[in-house]
């Protein structure tokens, strides 16, 4: 089974991604954080982000959101100039901005504006499309109407989250909904949603066995070796994990402290990873790291915190 990296706006752009590649490796394939044609143009940093001479990662994906095909040609016309030649297509995204706009989630409850965009799909057949999707915006039983359309269409693959826009992440993943979907689905699926630790990687796997893979989100964020312990089959010892993330840590600092002048514009950069980082790093080393007001005090509690997690 493969495992994929999730898209995490502000969290696993190409320097998280070339990195996390270099320092952990054994993903599958990158996702971009979703790109957007919005007010007539592509914001200059989501342009960046997926140009080749940023990325060193070799199985990147572009995402792209979009409520119709006007919005998708700009986006299709920026990903083709870079030379991909695989699209990720957001249906899932539930930040209400985006949902009121019938964006990400908010596509789903239309099933009309999902066929338009698949007839894209179809007619730019250079491009191999996949689509990443919730079971529904408000209701579960939206993608049930939107499964014809989707098994028309030909599709690389489709990512379910099986959660519902207007939740956001705040129950937990229906799997038992996933298996609904697993079966109805003619395409390859990926699983994604709430997947922390190899046993629950383990778990998945076994009960989909046809799954094409799991694609891991905060969990990644959280334990950046756990695709490579599935690999492997056995979880990392702390302290060679404590090693690789202050190996990662120290490259982010490297390429970022140049690029984010001062101390605050780095600090809120790297600060919202340790909201999801280390989970079982000691409450007051990780409170140090969230409170450093300097870049010497941050790197200094952040080598504290690193060595006693590897104890
Ligand atoms: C901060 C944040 C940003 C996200 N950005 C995107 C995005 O750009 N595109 C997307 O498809 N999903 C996005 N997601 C959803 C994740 O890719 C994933 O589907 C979700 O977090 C559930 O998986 P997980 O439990 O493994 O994290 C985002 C989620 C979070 C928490």
Redesign the pocket.
């Known amino acids: 089974m493969k495992i994929y990296s999730?898209?995490?706006?502000?969290?696993t752009e190409a320097v998280w991604r070339n990195i996390h590649c270099n320092v952990f490796g054994h993903i599958d394939g990158y996702y971009t954080?979703?790109l957007r044609y919005e007010h007539g143009e592509i914001r200059s940093k989501d342009i960046r982000d997926v140009e080749r001479k940023n990325n060193s990662v070799e199985n990147l994906v572009p995402?792209i959101i979009a409520a119709t095909p006007e919005e998708m040609h700009p986006l299709l016309d920026l990903i083709s100039a870079e030379g991909y030649k695989r699209i990720d297509i957001?249906m899932?995204?539930s930040f209400p901005l985006q949902m009121r706009r019938k964006h990400g989630a908010g596509l789903l409850p239309h099933p009309d504006m999902v066929a338009a965009i698949m007839k894209e799909v179809e007619r730019y057949s250079d491009f191999s499309f996949s689509v990443?999707m919730r079971l529904g915006c408000e209701s579960r039983s939206e993608w049930q109407e939107l499964m014809p359309i989707l098994n028309d269409t030909p599709l690389h693959h489709i990512t379910m989250?099986p959660r519902l826009g207007i939740e956001q992440?705040k129950k937990p993943a229906d799997v038992d909904a996933f298996a609904e979907f697993y079966s109805a689905c003619k395409h390859p699926v990926i699983y994604?949603?709430?997947?922390n630790t190899l046993n629950e990687i383990k778990a998945i796997e076994e009960r989909f066995p046809r799954l094409k893979g799991i694609m891991?989100?905060?969990?990644l964020l959280a334990n950046p070796a756990l695709a490579m312990e599935y690999k492997r089959g056995e979880e990392l010892p702390a302290q060679e994990l404590a090693s690789l993330v202050q190996e990662m840590h120290d490259a982010m600092y490297e390429k970022l402290v140049t690029r984010l002048q001062g101390n605050t514009q780095f600090l809120s950069k790297m600060k919202p990873y340790w909201e999801y980082l280390l989970p079982d790093m000691l409450k007051r080393d990780k409170k140090a790291i969230l409170k450093a007001t300097t870049i010497e005090k941050y790197l200094q509690a952040v080598r504290n915190g690193l060595s006693s997690f590897a104890l």
Do not use: M, V
């Not at 999730?6 to 969290?11: H, K, R, S, T």
């Not at 891991?216 to 969990?219: D, K």
């Open positions: 999730a898209p995490l706006q502000g969290f954080p979703f995402q957001n899932g995204c990443k989250h992440y994604n949603g709430d997947i891991l989100g905060r969990g």
